[in-house]
């Protein structure tokens, strides 16, 4: 062995040697783990190094097409990159609850519905909101959202819609109360067959079926081809019927001639008719 060569490199045990290696190894391969690896973006990969990124409309109206394909993932991932670009935008937020609300997803609707509906406390996000957060099972959430932004509309339609979306959360939480209540807020601000069909809904939803006739007959009689109130008639006549053990034959009637009603002005019901069918009407 040459002497010239061991004195420039002196002989190194090998348990030094491997400890050395493996301290090298170490060291190259450290990062921070406390932060999370994100995966490359594929569709941003795919640009060209000096294309400008999607905008939030861009990405908004990606999303639209795909939910309107079918495709609710693929739309939950163009506005999820969204909200990364901008965070805490109410209306992606929205965007998103319907689409977790198209899964089936009722957790993660809510979730969004709810952040979206704390980033804009206007009146018209507070409508746009309530009917998701009813669906995903907070009826009472949506309730109290729309009892504090009915205050701020001071446009009459705007006011109208609230008051329709909180008879329908109030009736969803079994508050039938409230629903009537705010039914006939509703009959108030907004008179007419339209807010009758929804007073006789809230009183039918209560168990009141003779009141909710009376609603639903007059809404008739301010609209004569109103079918949703005649519909509604001869729905709570039947209720009426079928709470008397089929004996009250006056609400029998009352039944027939309100479906009768409905069905001369469109004929084409298969609903209503298999209703009656199953009835005996």
């Known amino acids: 062995m040459n ?27 450290c990062r921070d783990w406390s932060k999370p690896v994100i995966p490359q973006d594929p569709e ?24 309107k394909r079918g495709d609710a993932r693929a739309a939950l991932r163009s506005l999820q990159r969204s909200l990364a670009m901008n965070p805490a935008d109410p209306q992606t937020e929205l965007l ?4 977790y609300l198209a899964l089936g997803e009722r957790e993660s609707a809510l979730e969004y519905a709810t952040l979206s509906s704390l980033h804009d406390g206007s009146p018209a996000h507070a409508a746009l909101c309530a009917p998701i957060l009813v669906a995903a ?5 949506a309730a109290r959202l729309l009892e504090a932004a009915v205050p701020g509309a001071t446009e009459a339609t705007m006011r109208t819609t609230l008051l329709q979306e909180l008879v329908s959360a109030r009736s969803a939480a079994g508050e039938h109360d409230g629903s009537l209540a705010a039914a006939r807020d ?16 809230a009183l039918l939803r209560a168990g009141r079926f003779a009141d909710a006739e009376d609603a639903f007959r007059a809404g008739t009689t301010v609209d004569p081809n109103s079918i949703v109130c005649w519909n ?19 609400a029998r009637a009352h039944a027939v001639a309100a479906f009768e ?14 209703l009656m069918a199953s009835h005996g009407l």
């Open 232 to 250: 509604g008639l001869g729905t709570a006549a039947l209720n009426r019927w079928l709470a008397s053990g089929k004996v009250d034959q006056s």
């Open 186 to 201: 509703l009959l108030a601000v907004a008179p007419g067959a339209a807010s009758q069909a929804i007073l006789g809904d």
């Open 3 to 29: 002497p010239l060569r061991l004195a420039i490199f002196p002989a190194v045990p090998r348990a030094t040697r491997l400890a050395s290696t493996l301290v090298l190894i170490v060291v190259s391969g």
């Open 96 to 99: 998103m609850a319907r689409e």
């Open 137 to 141: 099972g907070a009826p009472q959430h």
């Open 44 to 67: 941003l990969a795919a640009l060209a190094e000096n294309a400008a990124p999607p905008t939030r409309e861009e990405l908004h109206a990606s999303a639209t097409v795909q939910s």
């Open 261 to 274: 009603a409905s069905l001369a002005i469109d004929a084409e019901q298969p609903k209503v008719v298999r």
